[in-house]
């Protein structure tokens, strides 16, 4: 079966600081994937996808950006964090355009 | 674009009675529906969808009623118990190839002992 794994689960950062979030899947080969952000009591905001290596589309411009290094790792970076950057990171993947599977997420907070 | 709308963001029920949560899309075009449930400080959990060709579609406790004429979406879940506290999210897809699921701002489902 698939899983889908995120790290860290939570980090504290100053404003500033960079950043790496790593999301990983296994049992599956070449899948979409997504990373999404959450603020607080509000619906879910498409930042990146990937259909493949190297791929990336950005959905919304920020100081935010993807990598996706290998067929199933696909990871958030920022070079200075902002206040604004604080909230829940989730990575999903789907193995066509239709059911998403979502990560654990990371609940980032930028002090 | 697509916007999904809330009809109501929280919602109180007895254990043991009905809840049915309500979620309402712009787009005509819109071919395939999903809703997830999301506990605390946890990701979202796929729990059921249906396609456009379809009005209704049943699963464990739960049902999705899909009325494309007025471009509403319900899940309805049937006995409800404690473990269903969640927030419930229903999202929508746009049209094959968009990658993007459009997410609604979510209910938040309290079940009362």
């Known amino acids: 079966s698939q899983t889908i794994h995120q790290w860290p689960a939570t980090l504290v950062q100053p404003v500033g600081s960079p950043l790496s979030l790593e999301c990983t899947v296994e049992g599956t080969s070449n899948p979409n994937l997504y990373w999404y952000r959450q603020a607080a009591g509000r619906g879910l905001q498409l930042l990146f996808y990937?259909?493949?290596?190297?791929?990336i589309s950005s959905e919304v411009p920020q100081n935010l950006s993807a990598s996706r290094p290998q067929d199933r790792q696909f990871i958030l970076s920022s070079k200075k964090l902002l206040l604004s950057d604080s909230g829940f990171y989730l990575c999903?993947?789907?193995?066509?355009?239709?059911?998403?599977?979502f990560g654990p997420g990371t609940r980032l907070t930028v002090t | 674009g697509e916007s999904v709308g809330l009809h109501l963001p929280t919602l109180s029920v007895q254990e043991g009675d009905n809840s049915i949560i309500n979620c309402a899309y712009s787009?005509?075009?819109?071919?395939?529906f999903i809703w997830y449930k999301q506990e605390s400080g946890k990701g979202p959990q796929f729990i059921i969808d249906?396609?456009?060709?379809?009005d209704k579609r049943q699963g464990q406790r739960v049902t999705v009623l899909l009325n494309k004429t007025v471009k509403h979406l319900s899940l309805q879940i049937a006995a409800t118990q404690p473990g269903d506290s969640a927030v419930y999210f229903c999202?929508?897809?746009?049209?094959?190839?968009?990658?993007?699921?459009?997410f609604g701002k979510g209910t938040k489902l309290s079940v009362i002992p």
């Open positions: 249906i396609r456009s060709n379809m």
């Open positions: 999903a993947w789907s193995a066509t355009d239709y059911e998403q599977y």
């Open positions: 999202a929508v897809y746009s049209g094959a190839g968009s990658y993007q699921l459009t």
């Open positions: 990937s259909v493949g290596i190297g791929q």
């Open positions: 787009n005509s075009a819109s071919d395939y």
